[in-house]
């Protein structure tokens, strides 16, 4: 089943390699190189000095989540058959390690064309699951959450113990390399890419492999660092803006990324 799915998304991607790109001005394949360190650099001072805030707005956002932990996995588990489940088996493979190779592979391939809309796609999907991996991972080892099938309880944290549930590596990794393709080719055939991602993060709480919390924290930070990544090689600039606000009832966060 997953091979014949392979075909078809092979055949996805030659469909938007031949669509025309639009006039870009191309430096060069140095450019992936430029961009890999001077992305670096302005992530890190866009988002340090904004850490604390993230933090605490996320988990201001997550805690009360966290109480439906439990039942939503539970909810999953019970839906995960028939032709549900075989799509939840497809879209797990999208968050899987192998998911390195694959996206790797195409961006291989998309050296060997002129299509430079292609190819700084296939680069800014393969840097996105680079730089989100690794702040996924560094968060993993931080919060050192147990998973599902290895406690009954939603918030057993134990720092730096080598338990690595929060946030969802597989949820990440999927919104990490799919959006880009939307962001570069936004088209209703691309926007099902979105279901690909969201189908991942629901298959590691029907597999009892993640939270709730876990694949939502792993799907934002997937998905917030493509973007950025993105608008930036599209010419567009990239600025984070945060807003709090609080009022005797609720806190409220405004999370933007402008360009």
Request: hydrophobic share 45%; glycine share 8%.
């Amino acid at each position: 089943m997953f091979a014949r799915f392979s075909m078809r998304l092979s055949m996805i991607c030659l469909a938007l390699w031949c669509i025309p790109a639009q006039a870009q001005s191309p430096e060069g394949r140095a450019r992936f190189l430029h961009w890999m360190m001077g992305d670096a650099s302005a992530l890190a001072q866009d988002v340090a000095p904004r850490a604390p805030i993230l933090l605490l707005s996320g988990a201001a956002v997550l805690f009360p989540i966290s109480f439906t932990d439990a039942s939503v996995s539970e909810e999953m588990q019970e839906a995960y058959h028939g032709a549900f489940g075989d799509f939840l088996d497809v879209a797990n493979e999208f968050g899987s390690p192998r998911m390195s190779l694959y996206v790797s592979g195409v961006f291989a391939a998309s050296l060997l064309t002129r299509n430079s809309r292609f190819q700084d796609a296939a680069f800014t999907s393969l840097q996105s699951l680079l730089y989100a991996g690794a702040i996924s991972y560094g968060l993993k080892t931080a919060f050192g959450r147990e998973r599902p099938f290895e406690s009954d309880k939603a918030h057993d944290f134990e720092p730096f113990s080598g338990h690595s549930s929060f946030p969802s590596g597989h949820a990440t990794a999927a919104f990490a390399a799919l959006t880009p393709w939307v962001l570069y080719y936004p088209h209703p055939l691309t926007y099902g890419l979105f279901a690909l991602s969201t189908g991942t993060a629901m298959a590691r709480l029907a597999l009892r492999k993640h939270w709730t919390t876990d694949v939502l924290a792993g799907s934002a930070i997937g998905f917030a660092t493509a973007y950025y990544l993105s608008r930036r090689h599209l010419g567009a600039g990239g600025n984070l803006s945060i807003t709090p606000a609080m009022t005797p009832d609720a806190f409220a966060l405004s999370l933007r990324l402008s360009f």
